[in-house]
């Protein structure tokens, strides 16, 4: 491993907590593109880590492979002590890593309630047992989902909606259910692309609300974010990635003091 | 009522027993799971075939005018079931080439084309199905049992359908009403969501082709036993488009819309160009006219109502009083004691827009 980052193992030097994500040397090319070159970075349990960048930089790509959807051409994705590099989302989300789309990815023709109670994984109900025993098998499940569902529903205002199909809703009120619907997994990590993109200014702030709410709980995020101003408000720590690479972490006051963020970045 | 009306009348209502079958079964796959089974009328026909050489006999029966493979008399109901089971096989491998990793356009191309491959390879190996000519004289479960005119027994058979019909539909709510039903319908609407979400995007939708084709061959069984015939030419490609047709009137993803489909498309816009006069148009362009009828049906409903007749039922959950008041009061379950820092205004999502 080359360490090329000044970033490159902040937990070894701060000694005692464990990374609850760990990425190591990160590559992906689509083609001759080189979307991610050598991204390398930590996310601490219970923090607010931010990634940013210009367009271009490669967040979303990291994202995504960090999620499972894309496969690296190279390097490693660390979850909780366990490799999860080759394994599919479905197996990363069993073991709590969620992630939110850049765009509104709601399952349109299902109801927010709906939405809500599917995004739960590991249920018997879906097992294809369903056709021997019936409802038996799901009943008491689905009461304590429900319950849950309504939880998030009542916390994040969305009570009133539970019935409307997620197609129909704005486009602030599909982030909300991005984000109640990774919320339903009982996650230990959710990786949220831009999750107020598109929104009016007075949600978006509820929005950072729920997510330092979220943390306070002890739920990790990492998030990809553009407003940079949103970023220092919620971060404990902050990755910055340009041309497909990490090239420094720490927090906003210090990474404004760092003269090749404010090049690539800040100032670009 | 005349005997000849009753022949009719019971020739409708099996059919219409086995189209219901038929559009639950392509609605699992298609209006749940968002699967394009365009290769939907060859697992129809596994199950006509296979229910067909069960109870044939052997081939050198009949002074052995066809030929075909396996050929025993296996008692009912067996040769149903067994259908449905051959059916079910046969998906796998079509359903690991098709399904795994092709999605939409491509998976409805590879469909089409292995409905075409299949219909032209059962028609060249004579010594299979009986080739182009196909199979008849498949015997009708239990007639020389039961001892019953005619009429009576076509009369039995639409009863043995209706309980046929009964049954499936259990197995079909079961699945349709249960969480694994919502993760269709899931997948069905956003694949990346529901695999980020920890749903095996591949074992759902297999599950649908599986359990939709095990169902389209037990129609296929019912059919061949009660009109005793099966060829090539009774499950050309293009007969998958009756069903889709029959779906997208009646109500995508609606298991009772679907049953209006059934009885709408395939019954009445059929039976209705039957009687168009001769002396208004020969018989051979009747049967063109039929397909202009569900091509248009089909179009047209696409471009005007594509929800259908019944749309897909909207499911609702019973709402326990005290979230309700705690909505009304914009407060967080009381469990939750965190601090009040993300406390968001109630009527932050009431002003909202939409944008």
New interface residues.
Partial sequence: MTVSTLHDAPAATTGAVVPLLSVRNLRREFGGVVAVDDASFDVLPGTITSLIGPNGAGKSTAVGIIGGGIRPTKGTVQFAGEDLTGLPPYARAERGLIRTFQLSSQFSKLTVLENLLAAAPHQRGEQFRVLVFGKRLWREEQDRLLERAYELLVRFSMFEMRDEYAGNLSGGQKRLVEIMRALMANPKMVLLDEPMAGVNPTLARAIEGYLLDLAAEGVTLLLVEHELDVVERLSDNVVVMAQGRTIATGSMAELRENEEVVRAYLEG | MSHAFQFYATTLLVYLGVDVLSVWSLNLQYGMTGIYNFAWILFQSIGAYTAAVLTLGPSTANTGFQHFILGTSIPFPLPLLIAGAVAGVFSIPIGFVALRRLRADYEATVMLVISVVATLIVSNVQGMFNGTAGLSLIPEPLYTFLHVSTLSYSWLYVLFTAVVCGIVYI?VH??T????G??M??V???E??????????TS?RM?AFI?GNVIAGMSGALLVQFIGAWSPGAWFFVETLIILTAIIVGGT?NNGGVILGALLVPIVFNEATRYIPTSFAPAAIVDSVQWCVIGGLALAFLWFRPQGILP?R???????PE??A??AA????PH?E??A??????A??A?????
């Fill in positions: 197995f079961r699945v009403s249960s969480p694994l919502r993760a319908r899931a069905r609407d956003n990346a969501a529901a695999e980020s979400l920890g749903k095996h995007v759902v599950f359990f993803g897909e909207r499911r609702r959950f019973p709402v326990p979230y309700a705690m909505a914009g407060r967080y379950p939750d965190r601090g820092t993300g406390t968001p205004p109630v932050v999502l002003s909202e827009t939409e944008s």
